[in-house]
């Protein structure tokens, strides 16, 4: 391990943006350490990994249980004696125009994508705060920007996010290094989860455009590269799309 080696827990590492975050990690030689629901998928990265020289470890993860949020962050605390780096990751995005009245999908995204990433927050920060440092990374979108029909509530979670991340380094300044990344379609599972075929079908255009997976793991490698004394606070990445 180098001297710029960190303990990274990633959450919703099983797919998508989560896993190519931590392949990209564990290449830049942090230990990881990964959690999800789907343990399957996380055994099989985390052999991935260990096999290319990585090192990982993983612990089934329900973000939206605080509990459950505080014992993987516990654990991966107790695995290595420190946690520099918290990646919230995890989230859901079932779109649905409003009138459609899915509030059980409202519930989940508050759930996963807010509830979530301030369970992680609250596991964290003493940990950091204790050990004199850390990192918290969270997912946000560009939906955090700017809002577009059918995505209304997946864009009020992430600008909630957004708005906890600004909130938490003014509050932090010189304890805790803050980053809030943003990307545009992104390749990964997350549109499987749309139910609403009106929404469904817009979906499809933009994932015609989507940024590989990789390009976002990178923005985070990025953060988490700079010196102590740099913090970057907000990513947003986009693809390319021709006028
Ligand atoms: P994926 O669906 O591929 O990954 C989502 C991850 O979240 C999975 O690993 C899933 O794991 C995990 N997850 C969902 N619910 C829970 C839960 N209750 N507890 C723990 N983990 C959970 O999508 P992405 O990789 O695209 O999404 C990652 C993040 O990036 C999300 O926050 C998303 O909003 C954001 N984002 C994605 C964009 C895109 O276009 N793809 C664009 C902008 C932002 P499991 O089901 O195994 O629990």
Redesign the pocket.
Known sequence: MTDTAKVVAV?????????ATARRLAADGHRLFL????TD?LATLTEEITAAGGTAAYRR????DADDVRAFVSAAHERHGRVDVLVN?????PLSPLDALRTDEWDRMID??VR?VLHGIAAALPLMRAQGGGHLVT?????AYEVSPTAAVYCAT?FAVRAISEGLRQESAGTVRVTLV?????????A??ICDPTAREAMKSYRAV?LP?TAVAEAISYALAQPPHVDVNEIVVRPVVSA
Do not use: F, H, Q, Y
């Not at 993860?61 to 939206?64: E, F, I, K, R, Y």
């Not at 990751?89 to 995005?93: E, I, L, S, T, Y």
């Open positions: 959450t919703g590492a099983s797919s998508g943006i989560g896993a959690g999800a629901r789907r998928r993860l329900d973000v939206t990751n995890a989230g859901v995005m996963v994508n979530g997912l946000a979108s560009v939906g992430k943003s990307p545009g379609v992104t390749e990964s599972e997350l499987d989860g989507a997976a």
